[in-house]
C-alpha cells in the first residue's frame, strides 16, 4: 500500500497544479485585506473581516492562508443565520466562524497537496480559531472537510499577496453548529 500512495501522491501533484493555478489572482504588491476589498466576489466575507476586525490582522505583514467563501457560497447560509451573525452582540460567534478560514503560515496549493501526500491523503491544518480543519482529494480538487462534515472545494488556488495567499472556496467551513 505504501509503495502506491508515492506514485499516486506525485501524480496527483503534478496534474492537479496547472488545474489549479490556471486561476489565481495573485498580487504580490497588496494584502489580503486590499485584494478582498476590490473582489467583487467576497463582499460578504469583508463585512464580516470589519465586523470582527479581523481585517487589521489581514492588512499587516505576516504571512496568512485565507480559505475565502465567495458571496455565492456564503448564500448557502440563510438569510436569517446572517443577519444574526451580523448583529454586534453576535460578534464572538461571526469572530470564529472568520477565522476558522484562516490559518497562520502561507499554504499553496502545492504544500497542501504534499502534506496529503504524507499523511496518506489526509493534512489537517490548525485555524487561527484554534479548531483543526482536514484536506483531502476528491477527483483533482482539493477538498476541506470542518468537525460538523461540511465540505468545500477550493475552486481558485494560489492568490499571492504580499502577507499571504488566498484560496476561494465554494462553501462556507464551520467550526460548529452556529
Request: a neutral charge; hydrophobic letters at 40%.
Amino acid at each position: 500500500m505504501q509503495r502506491l500512495a508515492l506514485p499516486l501522491c506525485f501524480f496527483l501533484i503534478l496534474f492537479s497544479l496547472p488545474v489549479i493555478a490556471q486561476t489565481n489572482n495573485s498580487n504580490p504588491e497588496t494584502s489580503i485585506l486590499t485584494s478582498t476589498e476590490s473582489s467583487v466576489n467576497h463582499k460578504t466575507l469583508l463585512a464580516a473581516m470589519r465586523a470582527t476586525e479581523l481585517d487589521k490582522l489581514l492588512s499587516f505583514d505576516g504571512q496568512y492562508t485565507v480559505f475565502a467563501p465567495s458571496d455565492k457560497a456564503f448564500q448557502e447560509l440563510s438569510h436569517a443565520e446572517i443577519s444574526e451573525l451580523l448583529k454586534p452582540e453576535n460578534r464572538k460567534k461571526l469572530h470564529e466562524l472568520v477565522a476558522y478560514h484562516i490559518v497562520a503560515g502561507k499554504l499553496s496549493a502545492s504544500k497542501i497537496l504534499r502534506a496529503m501526500c504524507r499523511g496518506n491523503g489526509k493534512a489537517t491544518f490548525t485555524t487561527v480559531q484554534g479548531e483543526k480543519i482536514t484536506a483531502t482529494m476528491d477527483g483533482i480538487d482539493i477538498v476541506l472537510t470542518d468537525p460538523l462534515g461540511n465540505r468545500a472545494k477550493i475552486i481558485m488556488a494560489d492568490a499571492d499577496q504580499c502577507n499571504g495567499v488566498i484560496h476561494e472556496i465554494d462553501s462556507v467551513i464551520l467550526p460548529r453548529k452556529i
